[in-house]
């Protein structure tokens, strides 16, 4: 198998059903059973394509486990390689959005805006992209906040992807919950790392230096702005 280091070696090239990456060590085709392009969100395709490479490598250690799945962008990408071996990925949101999605915000989005709750509603247009992906049997939506889910939470985990509140405490509580569940061997993965704070909200980037700062994990290759931490 090829690992998460040689994952980005050369480059990536997108077609409309496939992403088609090229390693060092040859040609690797990852099937999609969706329009990625179609599906809301912001998960960038080279991003998507290291999600789904990490998660193929860990599948024999346990579930995965995403907190904030919002339309089912980076669901696709993992649930697809949770489908290969009949893996589960739990995708934890209490789809009401984020800060961010709320009315009047930067990144509000009218289609997922229920006027008759005045609240955003993204569970809807997420389960249409599970069923489209044919991922209904690997993927089991939690529909609540991270801190309720985990409150009670046991299971270990292969793999723990980070993309909920960029509120620090949000991505504080994020942390907080889940890291302690992912098994030695297994991936804290962590989106919208940007260390200049000219270039983003640092919520993400503090709880990813949280991270190395504990001694139980190490840094790997940042891809884009996806921050990967493996569990020592």
Known sequence: MVNA?????????????????????????????????????????????????????VLALGPCLEVGSYCGKSTVYLGAACLKSRNTLFAVDHHRGSEEHQLGEAYHDPDLYDSSLGQVDSFSAFRQTVLRAGLEEVVVPVVASSEVVARHWATPLSLVF?????????????????????????????????????DGGQAPFEIYQLALASGFFEAQPTIKTLGLLKRI
């Open 5 to 57: 280091n040689q994952s980005l070696c050369v480059f990536s090239a997108l077609c409309k059903y496939h992403l088609c990456a090229v390693f060092c060590v040859g040609v690797i085709v990852m099937e999609l059973k969706i329009d990625i392009d179609k599906v809301k969100g912001f998960l960038d395709p080279v991003e998507g394509r290291a999600l789904y490479d990490i998660a193929g490598q």
């Open 162 to 198: 980070i993309d909920g509140g960029h509120s620090h405490q949000a991505a504080l509580t994020d942390y907080q919950s889940w890291s302690k569940h992912i098994v030695p061997g297994g991936y804290l993965a962590i989106h919208d790392i940007f260390p200049d704070p000219e």
